[in-house]
Nanobody, 118 residues
Framework: QVQLVESGGGLVQAGGSLRLTCAASGRTSRSYVMGWFRQAPGKEREFTARISTSGDNTYYTDSVKGRFTISRDNAKNTVYLQMNSLKPEDTAVYYC???????????WGQGTQVTVSS
């Protein structure tokens, strides 16, 4: 079982930055692929970014490429999402997720709200 706790959300003006943190605990969390998803009001949850177990490989949805950076510190069982040049359309609840490679995301955090004002 893996527990995920997100933090770092808040209110920021357009063009600003935030760094989200996902603290993972429990067995084998370091061997899991980690991802960030987001859900805007009235919309379905969507994939945002993911990182491999080693941190060597990352993947982003097109709308955040060049602005967001996902990283992980396996020694601290922590995953980060650095968000720069934020836009109002980035407003959403951001969720951290974890799962074994090739098996989909099995564990989810409770989410952290990010609000970008224009």
């Amino acid at each position: 079982q893996v527990q995920l706790v997100e933090s770092g959300g808040g209110l920021v003006q357009a063009g600003g930055s935030l760094r989200l943190t996902c603290a993972a605990s429990g067995r084998t969390s370091r061997s899991y692929v980690m991802g960030w998803f987001r859900q805007a009001p009235g919309k379905e949850r969507e994939f945002t970014a993911r990182i491999s177990t080693s941190g060597d490989n990352t993947y982003y949805t097109d709308s955040v490429k060049g602005r967001f950076t996902i990283s992980r510190d396996n020694a601290k069982n922590t995953v980060y999402l650095q968000m720069n040049s934020l836009k109002p359309e980035d407003t959403a609840v951001y969720y951290c997720a974890a799962g074994p490679p090739g098996s989909g995301y099995q564990y989810w955090g409770q989410g952290t709200q990010v609000t970008v004002s224009s």
